[in-house]
């Protein structure tokens, strides 16, 4: 399995403020997926933004936006604008192309808390 | 109506039981997949499934087995529940040509 790194356990920040979660992955293979989930107190996994490794241009949704360093092997989230909502854990996951399983391998997750 | 439903969604089993955890999907989608989340540790595989006749073990399959009745359905079994078993499983779903993965509300298994 791939090694999925966050370094940052938990994150707080106030409402409408802007926040940055690190990720960093390990592996040797040059075609692969990597995502961004949300899990909410509801618990469910919801998915955030995802980007393929062979593109240069940073994913963005709405408020949600990337920064894919493809050469250090780092995929951060910023969260801008911030609201209430947005409170949960986030999960960064890599799936590797071309053994067509699709496997994901996740890191150990950030939980996020917004400050009103 | 969800698409991944999992049952039951919370349960409480005693140590040396066997446990049934359900996922039925109304995707389409061939590929099913088994997660168990514990704090600290994030998501890991156990089993996956390509179709009824392809079962795989992920990275932490020891303790559990699975069947993929349908297309549409995958459970997971623990022949003999002991408490480091206690965690939030997921199932997850996926289309081979869609990579991305779909994931049911999760179940709450705790062994006593």
């Known amino acids: 399995a791939q090694t999925v790194t966050q370094s940052q356990p938990e994150m707080s920040v106030q409402e409408a403020e802007t926040v940055t979660l690190s990720c960093t992955y390990d592996?040797?293979?040059?075609?692969?997926?990597l995502f961004w989930y949300k899990q909410p107190p509801s618990r469910q996994m919801i998915l955030v933004i995802r980007q393929e490794a062979y593109k240069q241009q940073n994913a963005t949704e709405n408020r949600f936006s990337v920064n894919f360093q493809k050469a250090a092997k780092s995929f951060s989230l910023k969260i801008s604008d911030s609201q209430l909502g947005d409170t949960a854990m986030y999960f960064c996951?890599?799936?590797?192309?071309?053994?067509?399983?699709?496997?994901?391998?996740f890191g150990a997750g950030t939980t996020v808390t917004v400050r009103a | 109506d969800a698409d991944v439903t999992q049952t039951p969604r919370n349960r409480i089993t005693k140590t040396g039981k066997r446990i049934m955890l359900e996922c039925s999907q109304t995707k389409g989608h061939d590929r099913m997949y088994w997660y168990r989340q514990d704090p600290g540790l994030g998501l890991r595989l156990i089993y996956y499934?390509?179709?009824?006749?392809?079962?795989n073990k992920g990275e932490i399959s020891d303790g559990y087995s699975v069947s993929r009745q349908a297309q549409a359905k995958f459970s997971l079994s623990l022949e003999s529940a002991i408490p480091n078993q206690t965690a939030l499983y997921f199932c997850?779903?996926?289309?081979?040509?869609?990579?991305?993965?779909?994931f049911g509300p999760g179940t709450r298994l705790t062994v006593t």
């Open positions: 499934s390509f179709d009824v006749k392809d079962i």
């Open positions: 997850a779903t996926s289309e081979g040509g869609l990579k991305e993965q779909y």
């Open positions: 592996t040797s293979e040059n075609n692969y997926y």
């Open positions: 996951a890599f799936m590797k192309l071309g053994s067509n399983d699709y496997k994901l391998s």
